[in-house]
Structures are given as C-alpha cells and as structure tokens.
C-alpha cells in the first residue's frame, strides 16, 4: 500500500525532500505520491516522514484512506475536541 497527497495540500515543499523512497513529486495542482516508489517509510523510519513535517492536517493519506496527521495531531488540541475549538474560534 502507499499513502497518497490529496485535494488541500498547500505545496509547501515540507514532505518532498524528506522522503527516503524519493516517491513525492511535483504536480498540478498539489504535491503526488507514485504508489510504485512509496515505502511508507517501513524500513527507514518508525513513522511516515511526510506526515510527520505536513502543516496541512488531513491531507496525507494512507493505504486504507486514513489521514495519517488527523485534525489536532499538530495543534495540540486532542482529535475529540477539535470540533468544539473550531466552532468556538468561527464564533468570535
């Protein structure tokens, strides 16, 4: 399986040069993965690479069309409550 880049990535170049399988790639309109190159980091690293640096949440995804830095994994605020502090800060 390999992960995928989807619809939200911002091409900010953070996930390309990380990649020890050299499976990120410049593309229209965001950043693509070739399934055929990606390892998803098995081997090299304990966690994919390009999730771990992604500041775009949700838009890496992996085998199973599973985020793999789910809302709050990098704003602290724990997955459960992210719903609550979005809608609180889209109220003031």
Do not use: Y
């Not at 980091?41 to 992604?54: L, R, T, V, Y």
């Amino acid at each position: 399986m390999a992960f995928q880049i989807i619809e939200g990535c911002v091409n900010c170049w953070a996930c390309e040069p990380l990649c020890p399988s050299g499976a990120i790639f410049a593309a229209t309109p965001h950043f693509q993965i070739d399934a055929k190159k990606c390892t998803e980091c098995e081997g090299d690293f304990a966690e994919p690479q390009c999730a771990s640096i992604c500041p775009v949440e949700g838009v890496i995804l992996d085998g199973l069309g599973v985020p793999a830095n789910p809302p709050g994994s990098l704003t602290g605020i724990p997955p459960e409550r992210m719903a609550a502090a979005m809608a609180e800060i889209q109220a003031r």
